[in-house]
Every structure is written in C-alpha cells, then in structure tokens.
C-alpha cells in the first residue's frame, strides 16, 4: 500500500516536497516512481528510483534539474523534491511501486503494478 502526501499550493519559483509512504517488507526491492496526470489526460512520467541510487535514477525531460527524486529504505519512503515550479506542474502526483521494471517500461504507467492515491499541486502564476 502506497500512501502520497505534501501536496499542496504554491507560487511559481517555490518548492514542494512529495512523501509516499510504503507498508511491506519488501520495500527496498522495488523500484518507486512518480507520475503526474492533468485534468482529462492520462498519467505521465515525472521520475523513478531503483532500489537505491546507484541503481538508477531517472527523470522526465520536463524536470531534469529542478526535481529531485530520493528514497529512505530503512522508512519505506519515497519523496520527490520539486524545485523552481512552473504553472504546468499542476497536476495531481502519484506514487507508484513495481518490483519487476525493464528499463524500458519506466516511463509507461501501464506497466507498474502499484499506485498510491494522488496528492494535488497547484502552483499559481
């Protein structure tokens, strides 16, 4: 079970810092993302983790730079650090969890297998 939460409303060039909080024991063996999805849209990449850094990070091209995407095994956590946020980054975010990934199927949404409840940002203009 993956629970999201930190969102909220900011002004542009503010930041947010998303939390996803994860039950089970097998935590540090999944690779852990975020998506985001705009009203009447589907969900789309927005960063994903390995089961630790070294493994891999990766990042939509829309926030390489300004996001930061971590993980706290030992606290089944997850959190993504947005920096310098834009307008168009209001959307609501999702966690999501899959213990199976190719690289290839990290930025499809189809292909995880668990998903958190999405938590709302709204940066103002």
């Given amino acids: ?3 999201a ?3 909220g409303l900011v002004q542009a060039g503010g930041s ?3 939390s996803c909080a994860a039950s089970g024991r097998s935590f540090s063996t999944y690779t852990m993302g975020w998506f985001r999805q705009y009203p009447g849209k589907e969900r789309e990449f927005v960063a994903a983790i390995r089961r630790n850094a070294n493994a891999g990070i990766y990042y939509a091209d829309s926030v390489k ?4 995407i971590s993980r706290d095994n030992a606290k089944n ?3 993504l650090q947005m920096n310098s946020l834009f307008p168009e980054d209001t959307a609501v975010y999702f966690c999501a ?3 199976r990934l190719i690289l290839s199927s990290i930025r499809e949404p189809n292909d995880w297998d668990y998903w958190g ?6 940066v103002s203009s």
């Fill in 5 to 7: 939460s930190g969102g």
């Fill in 77 to 79: 956590a997850v959190y």
């Fill in 117 to 122: 409840q999405g938590t709302q940002v709204t």
């Fill in 1 to 3: 079970q993956l629970q």
């Fill in 16 to 18: 947010l810092r998303l």
């Fill in 97 to 99: 969890a899959d213990s």
């Fill in 65 to 68: 730079g300004r996001f930061i």
